[in-house]
């Protein structure tokens, strides 16, 4: 079982930075694929970017490339997502989560194949 907490939302105006931490319990975690989605009032929940477990992979989705960089801290249990440049449609609820594929290499882009999630942090871009 793992736990996801998410944090370091806020409100920020455009162009500005966030970095979203999230903190993960279980000693499995360094063997699970992550990643970052997001939902907007009234939207679907959407891909933002995951990172395969040793880090060697990643992707995004491609409204926040160049702008956006996932990381992983396995020894700390940590998930991050650093934000530059935001954008006003940037605007949502973001969700990290975790698969239980241990070790593998691929990318999942489908919340339905993410086993684990978080509560939520919002992030509010200010025009």
């Known amino acids: 079982q793992v736990q996801l907490v998410e944090s370091g939302g806020g409100l920020v105006q455009a162009g500005g930075s966030l970095r979203l931490s999230c903190a993960a319990s279980g000693r499995t975690f360094g063997t699970y694929g992550m990643g970052w989605f997001r939902q907007a009032p009234e939207k679907e929940r959407e891909f933002v970017a995951d990172i395969t477990w040793s880090s060697v992979t990643t992707s995004y989705t491609d409204s926040v490339k160049g702008r956006f960089t996932i990381s992983r801290d396995n020894a700390k249990n940590m998930l991050y997502l650093q934000m530059n440049s935001l954008k006003p449609e940037d605007t949502a609820v973001y969700y990290c989560?975790?698969?239980?594929?241990?070790?593998?290499?691929?990318?999942?882009?489908?919340?339905?194949?993410?086993?684990?999630w978080g509560q939520g942090t919002q992030v509010t871009v200010s025009s």
């Open positions: 989560a975790a698969h239980r594929r241990a070790y593998s290499s691929r990318s999942y882009y489908l919340a339905t194949e993410y086993n684990y």
